[in-house]
């Protein structure tokens, strides 16, 4: 069972700043990936921005358009977002999810995944 905890949503001027970090704990041998989604009632959950913890090329969402940076703690097995110049549409809820190996037995282990509650961010003058 891994668990997640997220922090740092809340309330932002449009052009604003907010920093979201997510922290993984639990069983499990090790992380793949970790990452942010965003969810706006009836609408899908949409990928805002991944890493993975080994090679450390990030994925963004089309819509951050170097907005946003995602970082990661190896060592504490914590992510970073990093969002500045925010906009109203960048108003949702933002769930951290993580892609990891609960016990490594070789190359064909199945991964597992899990998403944390979620988290508001507002942007709104």
């Known amino acids: 069972q891994v668990q997640l905890v997220e922090s740092g949503g809340g309330l932002v001027q449009p052009g604003g700043s907010l920093r979201l970090s997510c922290a993984a704990s639990?069983?499990?041998?090790?992380?793949?990936?970790m990452g942010w989604y965003r969810q706006t009632p009836g609408t899908e959950r949409e990928l805002v921005a991944s890493?993975?913890?080994?090679?450390?090329?990030?994925l963004y969402g089309d819509f951050v358009k170097g907005r946003f940076s995602i970082s990661q703690d190896d060592a504490e097995n914590t992510v970073y977002l990093q969002m500045d110049n925010l906009e109203a549409g960048d108003t949702a809820v933002y769930y951290c999810?993580?892609?990891?190996?609960?016990?490594?037995?070789?190359?064909?282990?199945?991964?597992?995944?899990?998403w944390g509650q979620g988290t508001q961010v507002t942007v709104s003058s």
């Open positions: 639990g069983a499990f041998d090790r992380i793949l990936t």
């Open positions: 999810k993580v892609k990891y190996i609960r016990t490594d037995t070789g190359p064909d282990t199945p991964s597992n995944e899990a």
């Open positions: 890493i993975p913890f080994y090679g450390r090329i990030p």
